[in-house]
């Protein structure tokens, strides 16, 4: 048998996650101070690994388009809002990405450079690569605060999930 998990379908997955996240930190706001990794670390806070989730989904789009790289969203990573904001109208760019993205060119290999080394791969798997990138990092966020004494918003299980069939 053989099954597959369609792109939109965990599009949909990772944007109603988005916003379980948006309107619990907006009711939350000092959650975006609580601490991932150690003080002094690249990702110390929850705001900065969501700022962090947003930046890559954008430069992975900027390497699909072939343009330029940001070096950051320009946000201080403090205020739930404007950086889900961000996230928003970059999610909006990879939607149209998608949608007007050849399925022959999606499935061709190219070489990505990431982090100083280049990466065989298709576009394809680069897409999905954006979507489980932020996934995994939604749990670190969902973990650290519930160390801190919060109650994450619930049901984030694919399970649960209103995107899948």
């Known amino acids: 048998m053989s099954m597959t998990l369609a792109f939109d379908e965990l599009l949909q997955y990772t ?77 909006r760019e990879l939607e149209r990405f998608v949608e007007a993205l050849d399925e022959d060119l999606a499935d061709q290999l190219r070489t990505f450079n990431v982090q100083d080394r280049d990466w065989l791969m298709t576009p394809r798997k680069l897409l999905f690569h954006i979507l489980f990138h932020e996934i995994r990092h939604w749990a670190q966020i969902a973990l650290a605060v519930r160390s801190a004494g919060f109650d994450p918003p619930g049901d984030h299980d694919l399970f649960y999930s209103r995107a899948l069939r």
């Open 15 to 91: 944007s109603d996650e988005r916003e379980k996240w948006r309107a619990w930190l907006r009711a939350h706001p000092s959650a975006m101070e609580v601490a991932v990794q150690p003080a002094g670390s690249r990702l110390p806070s929850v705001g900065k690994l969501i700022d962090h989730i947003f930046l890559v989904e954008q430069r992975h789009l900027q390497r699909l388009r072939e343009e330029p790289l940001s070096n950051s969203t320009g946000l201080t990573a403090n205020n739930a809002p404007p950086l889900f904001d961000y996230g928003a109208s970059v999610r």
